[in-house]
């Protein structure tokens, strides 16, 4: 790769030195706070895909077995606890950035979001010879890494399936709730149907 103009001085150097100096350093979104983290559980859950496949389709019918008491307490007014639990959980295991629309079960239990570039249909071209992040050259790829969890996952396969662009309006909502909500509308409708 060709150093970058004037003498090894990056753009973002720039900008960092330019920016007004203070105190607040905002949580989460420093490339070097990042760095600083080891991703084991993250990689964790990754080498146990198949595991948390399984888990999570059991999880996934148990919400959908609860559907009439989030309807009758009415989806909006669960919102915020479910969403509260969903953002610890699922931020501890996978680093979730709360996007809304979760594919995790399409990409081997590792989170697309954590790619800086947010890429959720494979990897960009800068991907090191280590299989690590050319942004954040301690960080594997999140998309090697789908790949190799997604080898594990009997339904693997929906790692080949195209995600649709991310909608930002979704953000900070609750999936778990968002899925389920929507198998139950699939499930009345073929029953309706039937
Ligand atoms: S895909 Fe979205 S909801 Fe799923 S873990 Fe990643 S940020 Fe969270």
Redesign the pocket.
Known sequence: MTPPAGGGVTQATIVKKAAPKSDYKPADVSPQRRVQRSYSVRLWAIRHSRLLEWFYARFADVFLLLHPLWKGLGYGRVEAPVKFVEKRV?GFM???????????SS?GMS????CPKQLRNGPCGGVRANGNCEVEPDMPCVWVKAWEGSRNMVKGDAILAVQKPVDQSLRETS?WLRVTARAAAEREQAKVAA
Do not use: H
């Open positions: 699922k996978f680093d979730c950035r709360m996007c809304g629309q979760c594919i995790l990409t989170c697309p979001m954590n999936a």
